[in-house]
């Protein structure tokens, strides 16, 4: 069967790389886990919790949005990384990786990977963002890691790997690289980080590290072997604006950093001198990039809204305007809440006026733009509240569907149905189970305020009658055993019933049948109720059962009745009066039930053979003497 399928397969096509999606309330370890290599699995929006393991070679996972904050993976267990990967030519992007805060445990970890793509990611919250271990050849590229208690990104061991345009900030510390060699870091920004922007241990080798933008107080590089900090000078835009490329933006928060202060004479974007104080460090930066004029320098700050007033509660959008390519955003709504979205929507729950501000950031600079009173949120008018209902009366149990109908557009509502039963449902349906006259209030809810409206005595619930027993049956006499079928007669439409049949059995079906296996007069009794109450009829000496008539009369013959060992018998019952059961004595020790059986004799040996045939009248006996022969083989 093995070899069916594989060849299936194989003329079928099955193994082809599928897309896999993913939807919030299922697992991405299960599709990680049923994936082949060459699958895509896409992520739709939401929040996942769980810690992921991807062992397999050659999968993408991906977010369908593209956006890390709407697309979220949270650590089940913080004492495992959020993804944890091994294997080869693996891509992840588009996702939020949080929650992974024990030591040493990350957002992202890379173990023993070669080739694999990691990016468009936010890693927050996590001891380490980003950790390569023992990973060569992989790609780290446009990944925002951010508040992570002991690391952003972390290099260990790692060889051939390369770093290109990630961002981190508000770290324990930004960019680790230990113990490892031949790696490019190109293109990042590192600022804002509690003890250090960049470390670079003394066993890491033949680093390249040009064209970055640290900007934190401290700095740690030892000097291992063969790491440059700078290439030729290059034409093209470097991440501060300039027009060459060559070295690294060396800035400081306080703004007392060297490319913070160094002379640039001809305005090229490149310090006039070479920066030689790399803490720890025998190297040089030989071509330190400062704030180019002809660059783009820091951004203008611009913001727009809309809506920009309404009702409460009032969503609205808002649009970074900024010129000078802001990498980075914050927005403060002017209600105590902020955002590092670019383009957020915020939602103004209580009337006021706001002021917004925003400060868009780069690798030059930040600048903010705040407007006073901005978003102007009015209250609306409270809701009128009103209700309609159908039925508004009948019997018990009666099912009542309730309607809001307030003016006013309420949001939340609470309904009282009179019988010590709420809802908050704005159409609730309820059910009424006894009898009585119920007030029925509903207190409708907005921003503006709330609203009772009241209706008194409005569910009238009547009881049933309740039902009047009656009952018919058929056969109501005949001989045992005797099957009969009852039927409920009864009218006011029971909803239950039990049923006596006299000889001390009971049933609760609507229509039983019942059987009779003794002589007797019986007395049958149904109980029929509803919810109004019950009834009982009794039918005295109802049914009558007789005795068979006669007791049968025993016979049967065998086939063959001679022959060698093992002689296979069949037995047929040919008894008179009816017989219902059935034992035979085959003379060997054996016996049977069954009417008509097949016997198999094994010895040699002369059997008489014996039939008892029984009915509810009584049993017969016949004996043959010495009736099958069975010879030796």
């Not at 190109?186 to 003890?195: E, I, P, Q």
């Not at 501060?240 to 060396?250: C, L």
Request: glycine fraction near 10%; include cysteine.
């Amino acid at each position: 069967m093995l070899v069916t399928f594989l060849i299936f397969v194989l003329i079928s096509g099955i193994g082809a790389a599928s897309d896999i999606i993913v939807k919030p309330g299922n697992s991405i370890q299960t599709a990680v886990t049923k994936s082949m290599s060459g699958d895509v699995i896409t992520v739709k929006p939401g929040t996942y919790t769980e810690n992921i393991k991807v062992i397999k070679n050659g999968i993408t996972i991906r977010s369908e949005s593209g956006n890390p904050d709407n697309t979220i993976i949270k650590a089940k267990s913080p004492g495992a990384d959020v993804l944890f990967l091994q294997g080869n030519n693996i891509k992840i992007t588009g996702f939020k990786t949080v929650g992974a805060t024990r030591s040493s445990y990350s957002g992202i970890c890379l173990s023993s990977c070669s080739n694999c793509i990691i990016e468009n990611n936010k890693l927050s919250d996590n001891s380490y963002g980003i950790y390569v271990l023992r990973s060569k050849g992989n790609q780290i590229s446009k990944n925002t890691v951010t508040n992570d208690g002991e690391y952003g990104i972390v290099l260990g061991t790692a060889t051939d790997n390369t770093l290109s345009g990630n961002t981190a900030f508000n770290n324990g510390r930004g960019i680790h690289v230990g113990n490892s060699d031949s790696n490019k870091l190109s293109g990042n920004t590192v600022r804002n980080n509690n003890a250090y922007g960049l470390y670079v241990c003394p066993r890491s080798d033949s680093n390249m590290i040009y064209n970055n933008y640290f900007n934190d107080a401290n700095m740690a590089i030892k000097n291992g072997i063969g790491n440059a900090y700078s290439i030729k000078k290059t034409a093209g835009t470097n991440i501060v604006g300039g027009p060459y490329k060559g070295g690294n933006f060396w800035g400081n928060p306080d703004g007392t950093g060297f490319s913070q202060t160094a002379v640039d004479k001809d305005g090229d974007g490149i310090s006039d001198s070479a920066y030689k104080s790399i803490t720890g460090s025998t190297y040089s930066d030989y071509l330190p990039l400062v704030n180019s004029k002809s660059g783009t320098g820091k951004p203008v700050a611009a913001i727009s809204a809309s809506p920009t007033s309404g009702k409460a509660p009032l969503s609205v959008a808002f649009t970074d305007k900024s010129t000078g390519s802001p990498t980075s955003w914050k927005w403060t709504f002017g209600d105590g809440t902020t955002s590092t979205t670019k383009n957020p929507t915020h939602k103004y729950s209580a009337k006021g006026n706001y002021t917004v501000a925003l400060t868009a950031t780069n690798a030059a600079g930040s600048n903010t733009v705040t407007k006073s009173n901005y978003i102007k949120v009015t209250t609306s008018a409270k809701p009128v509240a009103a209700v309609s209902a159908s039925p508004t009366s009948g019997k018990a149990p009666l099912s009542v569907a309730f309607t809001d109908k307030s003016t006013g557009s309420p949001t939340s509502w609470k309904w009282s149905f009179g019988d010590g039963t709420t809802s908050t449902t704005k159409n609730p349906t309820h059910k009424y189970s006894a009898k009585g006259n119920y007030t029925v209030a509903l207190t409708a809810t907005n921003a503006a305020g709330t609203n009772t409206v009241t209706k008194s005595n409005y569910i009238k619930v009547t009881t049933s009658a309740k039902p009047v027993a009656a009952v018919s049956a058929s056969p109501t006499s005949g001989n045992a055993p005797l099957n009969v079928v009852f039927t409920d007669k009864s009218t006011g439409s029971p909803t239950s019933w039990k049923w006596s049949f006299g000889d001390g059995t009971t049933s609760t079906t609507k229509n039983p049948t019942h059987k009779y296996s003794a002589k007797g007069n019986y007395t049958v009794a149904l109980t029929a109720t509803n919810a109004a109450g019950n009834n009982t009829v009794t039918k005295s000496n109802y049914i009558k059962v007789t005795a068979t008539s006669q007791t049968p009369v025993a016979n049967f013959w065998g086939s063959p009745l001679s022959g060698k060992a093992p002689l296979n018998v069949v037995f047929t019952d040919t008894s008179t009066g009816s017989p219902t059961s059935w034992k035979w004595s085959f003379g060997d020790g054996t016996s049977s039930t069954v009417k008509s059986p097949t016997h198999k004799y094994s010895a040699a040996g002369t059997y008489t053979v014996k039939l008892t045939a029984s009915n509810a009248a009584g049993s017969n006996t016949k004996t043959k003497s010495s009736y099958i022969k069975v010879t030796k083989a």
